[in-house]
C-alpha cells in the first residue's frame, strides 16, 4: 500500500468518489460530523457525495431539522446528526468551555453574564421560535449585556456549548438560532465509552485509511482518549500498514478503479480536514498554497486522481458563475476536461450556468 492507495480509498470510504448518499442526514451520519464553519461550502461538501442534489434540497434538509448546525469537535461549527447532538456535547464541551476560560476574562464574560444572557434569550425564542445572531445581539445590548468585540458570538457558542442553543436555518445570508430543546427534542444517551466507540468507528468507517492521530486531530480528543475509542473499534475495522505506519478502514470499503476523476471540492471539506497529515492528497510543498500562512483558512481545491493539483476561486454574478482554477502545474487535456467536468457538477448543485475563467 501507498501513499496514493491511501488517497484514492479515502475518497471512495468519504463518498466523493462513486457516491450513493440519498440524503444529508445519510451522508452526516456516515461521517460523524461535518465541518461546517464555511456555511456556502458546507453545503457543496454534502452536495458533492449526494447524486442529483441541488443547493435547495440541502437547505430544506436543515430546515427539516435532519442535520443540525453547531459547535461540536475541535470547538469548531460542524454539522452533525440530530440524534447525537447531545452526546457529542457531553464528549466534546466540557473541554471547549474550559479551554476557553482565558479568552471569556478577556471578554469580561462571567458565569453572571452568561446566566443573564440565558434569562433574555431564552423566552425570547420560547415566543419567536427563531432569531438571527443580530436580533439575539440587539436583544443583549437592550438587556444591557455588551455584544461588542466578539462578546456576542463568544456567549452564543457558550450557550450553545451548555445545550442550551443550536444553529436554525438560515434567513437570506443570517444565521439564526434556535433552542436545542425544541429543535432537536429526540435524542440518544451514551455512556462515554461508547460515544467513543461510535465516533471512532464512524471516522474510521468514513475517513479510513486513517491513523489514529489522524483521529484524535479531527476529534480534537486527547490521544488517550482517542485511542480508548479506536481501540473498542479494532474488531469492525481492518489494518493496513503504509511506510510502517497503521492506517485503519472499514472492512467493507471496496477497492477502488482508478479512473482519474476529477472533483472540485470546497474550502473545509472532509477530504482535507479531516486528516492530521494530508501528505497522501497533498504534497508538502503545496501545504501552504491550500492553506495560506497556516492560518486555519483552508481554500477550496481541485483534485485529480487523488491528488491536489490546484486551488479554485468563484464569482457569484446573477444567472451564473464564474470559476477561476489556479493550478500548481500546467496540466494535460485530459484533466482539463474532468476539471470542466467537475465544474458542470457544481453547476448543477447550484442551478446555475458556469463559466471557467482559465
Given at each position: 500500500m501507498n501513499?496514493?492507495?491511501?488517497?484514492?480509498?479515502?475518497?471512495?470510504?468519504?463518498?466523493?468518489?462513486?457516491?450513493t448518499a440519498?440524503?444529508?442526514?445519510?451522508?452526516?451520519?456516515?461521517?460523524?460530523?461535518?465541518?461546517?464553519?464555511?456555511?456556502?461550502?458546507?453545503?457543496?461538501?454534502?452536495?458533492?457525495?449526494?447524486?442529483?442534489?441541488?443547493?435547495?434540497?440541502?437547505?430544506?434538509?436543515?430546515?427539516?431539522?435532519?442535520?443540525?448546525?453547531?459547535?461540536?469537535m475541535r470547538g469548531t461549527l460542524h454539522f452533525v446528526p440530530p440524534d447525537d447532538v447531545r452526546w457529542m456535547l457531553d464528549l466534546f464541551a466540557p473541554r471547549l468551555i474550559s479551554g476557553a476560560a482565558a479568552r471569556?476574562?478577556?471578554?469580561?464574560?462571567?458565569?453572571?453574564?452568561?446566566?443573564?444572557?440565558?434569562?433574555?434569550?431564552?423566552?425570547?425564542?420560547?415566543?419567536?421560535?427563531?432569531?438571527?445572531?443580530?436580533?439575539?445581539?440587539?436583544?443583549?445590548?437592550?438587556?444591557?449585556?455588551?455584544?461588542?468585540?466578539?462578546?456576542?458570538?463568544?456567549?452564543?457558542r457558550h450557550l450553545s456549548l451548555q445545550k442550551v442553543l443550536c444553529f436554525g436555518p438560515h434567513q437570506q445570508k443570517q444565521p439564526t438560532f434556535v433552542l436545542l430543546d425544541e429543535w432537536v427534542p429526540h435524542h440518544s444517551s451514551l455512556t462515554e465509552q461508547e460515544a467513543l466507540h461510535l465516533l471512532a468507528l464512524r471516522y474510521f468507517t468514513s475517513h479510513g485509511p486513517a491513523t489514529l492521530?489522524?483521529?484524535?486531530?479531527?476529534?480534537?480528543?486527547?490521544?488517550?482518549?482517542?485511542?480508548?475509542?479506536?481501540?473498542?473499534?479494532?474488531?469492525?475495522?481492518?489494518e493496513i500498514s503504509c511506510s510502517g505506519e497503521a492506517y485503519y478502514?472499514?472492512?467493507?470499503?471496496?477497492?477502488?478503479?482508478?479512473?482519474?476523476?476529477?472533483?472540485l471540492l470546497p474550502g473545509f471539506d472532509e477530504f482535507?480536514?479531516?486528516?492530521?497529515?494530508?501528505?497522501?492528497?497533498?504534497p508538502n510543498a503545496y501545504a501552504n498554497r491550500i492553506c495560506p500562512g497556516g492560518n486555519g483558512m483552508f481554500l477550496p481545491t481541485i483534485v485529480f486522481d487523488g491528488q491536489v493539483i490546484g486551488t479554485w476561486k468563484k464569482r457569484t454574478r446573477t444567472h451564473d458563475v464564474v470559476i477561476a482554477?489556479?493550478?500548481?502545474?500546467?496540466?494535460?487535456?485530459g484533466q482539463r476536461q474532468a476539471f470542466s467536468d467537475a465544474t458542470t457538477q457544481y453547476?448543477?448543485?447550484?442551478?446555475?450556468?458556469?463559466?471557467?475563467?482559465w
Open positions: 501513499s496514493s492507495d491511501i488517497a484514492h480509498l479515502r475518497l471512495i470510504s468519504q463518498g466523493i468518489a462513486h457516491p440519498s440524503s444529508p442526514g445519510e451522508v452526516v451520519s456516515h461521517l460523524g460530523a461535518l465541518q461546517a464553519q464555511d456555511y456556502p461550502g458546507a453545503l457543496w461538501t454534502l452536495g458533492l457525495r449526494i447524486p442529483g442534489s441541488t443547493q435547495s434540497t440541502i437547505e430544506q434538509a436543515i430546515d427539516a431539522r435532519r442535520i443540525v448546525r453547531t459547535w461540536a471569556r476574562r478577556a471578554l469580561e464574560i462571567d458565569d453572571e453574564v452568561i446566566e443573564q444572557a440565558r434569562s433574555v434569550i431564552v423566552p425570547e425564542l420560547q415566543q419567536h421560535s427563531v432569531r438571527t445572531r443580530s436580533e439575539l445581539c440587539a436583544l443583549l445590548e437592550r438587556s444591557g449585556i455588551a455584544t461588542a468585540g466578539q462578546r456576542g458570538i463568544h456567549i452564543l492521530q489522524d483521529f484524535a486531530s479531527w476529534s480534537g480528543l486527547a490521544l488517550g482518549r482517542a485511542k480508548i475509542g479506536l481501540s473498542s473499534a479494532l474488531q469492525e475495522l481492518q478502514l472499514s472492512k467493507q470499503t471496496k477497492q477502488y478503479t482508478n479512473n482519474a476523476q476529477g472533483f482535507m480536514l479531516g486528516y492530521r497529515n494530508r501528505s497522501a492528497a497533498l482554477p489556479e493550478l500548481f502545474m500546467t496540466i494535460p487535456v453547476g448543477k448543485f447550484l442551478q446555475k450556468s458556469i463559466e471557467i475563467a
